[in-house]
């Protein structure tokens, strides 16, 4: 297997990625992203993906399509997602708030957002009270901020911690926000200012901000480390959290035991040389006793437990990797074309797992008429479908969800990011999957996929 893999990759990928176009970064695979259950109806399942979405109403059984065009949004793919118990779906896209109140089926652009040219980047909510909401905006040499709603996301307030105010100009971009889940009262926000990297913590929902300079002396020199995003907030300490931070063009899963005063690297990817592998951090959970740790690269899953100094790396997925916990159970996507899951789920930390997903079992949407969905995914639906291992319709239509107009002053690529950021463009977090292509899958995929597919199939070792 592994020398298939290498050959297929090395070999067959080489000649197209010397003459694919950009969008074929990260092979442009049709792979799924995250995972988020409905709020108190864990048989409602949404899965985002480098192709738009897939919705589940019945645990699993079952997968509908829902395509980039219906979901209204452009090149920038949606990151965070979030449903109410009430059918609310929410996904913050790094360019707008964009919201669905039919499961999925209609989308819309929040009113607040955009008309003020603020871009969400991370959008919170305590599983206790869900009709708080928390929005942080990273809009590059713009004026950012953390919004709160109290009404399930109809409106949102700002709160005092605001960016380049008429009495501050601190250029400061907000990365994330985080809940501390036993303490709804304490927040956590990542930000970035020329200055260097922050740490903002609240311990009374916001009303009041400290902020807390990150120097990470050890990320130094050369050149400073960037790319600073709280990720998690433990389930029963408040006063632990982890992030990850970059550095030299690696990533590190950092962790503070001290309410983000202090942290410490424990994972390194690029560190464990497992199979040769040195790969970008994209997002990361833990556990409800925080004894196990999973960090996922865009190819790969790593786990560390309690008193490990080096991490694991599973077996499986391979090929592409999210996490995400609901209680006992650990959601992991994967790569359908290389082990036949695009979506599983673990009750052994990853040792083994339950299908969920296979990509070619998806079913085209099923939304009534009339919805966007229904209307503009439909037809897309057998080409769609006709694709080796499920892949995107490579004339799928742009729409506007939040990407500026090209040309405009608010044009899709954002404004230059901070001074301690690299030289490159700023753009929304990817924090899980391997796709930058919006949805849009090059015809130059399609045939690799066909390639591994069918070796795989006729290779008697796998």
């Not at 970008?280 to 996922?296: F, I, P, R």
């Amino acid at each position: 297997m592994k020398l298939l893999t290498s050959l297929c990759r090395g070999w067959v990928l080489l000649p197209l990625a010397l003459h694919a176009p950009s969008a074929l970064a990260h092979l442009g695979y049709p792979d799924t992203t995250s995972v988020t259950l409905r709020r108190g109806h864990p048989e409602d399942m949404f899965v985002g993906a480098t192709f738009g979405a897939v919705i589940s109403r019945d645990s699993g059984k079952s997968w509908n399509w829902l395509c980039p065009a219906g979901m209204g949004y452009g090149s920038w793919r949606p990151e965070t997602f979030l449903w109410q118990p009430e059918g609310t779906l929410l996904a913050a896209t790094g360019a707008d708030l964009i919201r669905s109140r039919d499961g999925g089926c209609t989308w819309e652009s929040h009113p607040f957002f955009k008309p003020r040219g603020l871009w969400p980047m991370s959008l919170a909510s305590p599983a206790s009270n869900p009709s708080r909401l928390w929005v942080s905006t990273g809009r590059a040499a713009a004026p950012n901020g953390v919004y709160r709603s109290d009404d399930g996301g109809e409106t949102f307030t700002p709160t005092p911690l605001q960016s380049n105010t008429p009495d501050k100009n601190d250029n400061a971009v907000y990365t994330s926000v985080k809940v501390a889940p036993s303490d709804t009262r304490r927040l956590y926000v990542s930000g970035s200012t020329p200055e260097g990297l922050r740490l903002y913590r609240s311990d009374d929902e916001g009303e009041t901000w400290d902020t807390i300079p990150q120097p990470f002396p050890e990320y130094s020199s050369p050149s400073r480390a960037y790319d600073f995003f709280v990720l998690r907030v433990s389930d029963n300490d408040p006063d632990r959290l982890w992030a990850r931070v970059s550095w030299q063009g690696w990533t590190y899963v950092l962790e503070s035991r001290d309410g983000g005063h202090t942290f410490r690297s424990i994972l390194h990817p690029a560190n464990q040389e497992h199979d040769g592998i040195d790969e970008y951090l994209m997002d990361m959970e833990v556990s409800a006793d925080a004894k196990t740790l999973w960090a996922a690269t865009p190819t790969r899953l790593f786990r560390l437990r309690e008193g490990d100094t080096v991490a694991t790396l599973l077996s499986l997925p391979d090929g592409n990797a999210c996490a995400e916990r609901q209680g006992d159970v650990l959601f992991v996507c994967g790569a359908t074309r290389v082990h036949d899951w695009a979506l599983a789920t673990t009750m052994d930390e990853g040792d083994t797992y339950t299908t969920l997903l296979n990509l070619p079992d998806l079913k085209p949407p099923a939304c009534p008429a009339g919805t966007p969905v229904q209307d503009l995914c439909t037809p897309l639906w057998p080409q769609f479908a006709s694709q080796p291992d499920i892949g995107a319709d490579p004339t799928l239509p742009g729409q506007d969800g939040g990407t500026p107009d090209p040309g405009s002053p608010d044009s899709g690529t954002p404004d230059a990011g901070p001074s301690e950021q690299p030289e490159t463009p700023t753009a929304p977090p990817k924090k899980s999957g391997c796709s930058s292509t919006g949805g849009l899958v090059p015809a130059a995929a399609f045939f690799v996929l066909t390639t591994l597919r069918r070796s795989r199939r006729h290779n008697p070792e796998n």
